[in-house]
C-alpha cells in the first residue's frame, strides 16, 4: 500500500462550478412580471349586487389568495389592481376617476359584472354606461352578477396580460371623459 498518495481532504468546488449546478437565466423583465402577477394587491370598489359576488371570491370557498391577490387595500396608494363592481352613477365617477389616479403603476382594472361594464339595464341619466367611459378597463368579467369562477377567470387572464407582457394601447392612449 503506498502511504505516499495524498488525498484531498474537503475539497471544495470553485464559485463557477457551483453556479453551474443551481443557477438559471432568465431576462429581468420577465423576473419582474413574475412577481408583478403574483403579488396582486386589490382595491375593491363595490357598488351594487356585484360587491357581495366580490366578497365571496374573496372568502374561504374562492379564496382569491391562492392566486396571489390576498392583500386587500382600501387605500389606493397601496392597491395595483382596481376591481370595479356594481353600478357607477354619474356622481360617483369623478371619485372613481380620483381613486385610479392615486394608484401608483403599474395599474391594472377589473370591471366586474354588467353595470360596471356598461351600465347593466340602467338606461337612465345618472347611470354611467361603463366604467371605461372615465378609466382604462383592462379585462370585462361578464354576468350580472358575474359567477366567482367568472371573477377569478378574469384575475387570471390579468395575470397572463402581465406575465406575457402584452402591451395595453387602451391605457396609453387613454382619453376619458373626465380626464
Known amino acids: ?35 408583478r402577477k403574483n403579488a396582486l394587491w386589490p382595491l375593491p370598489f363595490g357598488t351594487a349586487c356585484c360587491g357581495i359576488e366580490m366578497m365571496s371570491v374573496m372568502g374561504p370557498r374562492y379564496d382569491l389568495a391562492r392566486y396571489g391577490a390576498e392583500v386587500v387595500r382600501f387605500s389606493p396608494r397601496q392597491a395595483d ?11 360617483m365617477a369623478p371619485i372613481l376617476v380620483r381613486i385610479y389616479q392615486q394608484m401608483l403603476e403599474p395599474k391594472y382594472v377589473i370591471a366586474m359584472g354588467a353595470c360596471a361594464s356598461s351600465g347593466g339595464f340602467y338606461r337612465a341619466y345618472h347611470v354611467l354606461q361603463g366604467c371605461d367611459k372615465v378609466i382604462p378597463v383592462d379585462v370585462y368579467v361578464p354576468g350580472c352578477p358575474p359567477t366567482p369562477e367568472a371573477v377569478l377567470d378574469g384575475v387570471m387572464s390579468l395575470q397572463r396580460m402581465i406575465a406575457l407582457q402584452q402591451p395595453r394601447p387602451w391605457k396609453d392612449q387613454w382619453k376619458g371623459l373626465l380626464t
Open 81 to 91: 389592481l382596481l376591481l370595479v363592481a356594481g353600478t357607477i352613477t354619474e356622481k
Open 1 to 35: 500500500m503506498n502511504t505516499n498518495a495524498r488525498v484531498p481532504v474537503n475539497v471544495q468546488p470553485s464559485d463557477e462550478e457551483l453556479s453551474k449546478s443551481f443557477a438559471f437565466t432568465s431576462r429581468l423583465e420577465d423576473i419582474v412580471a413574475w412577481g
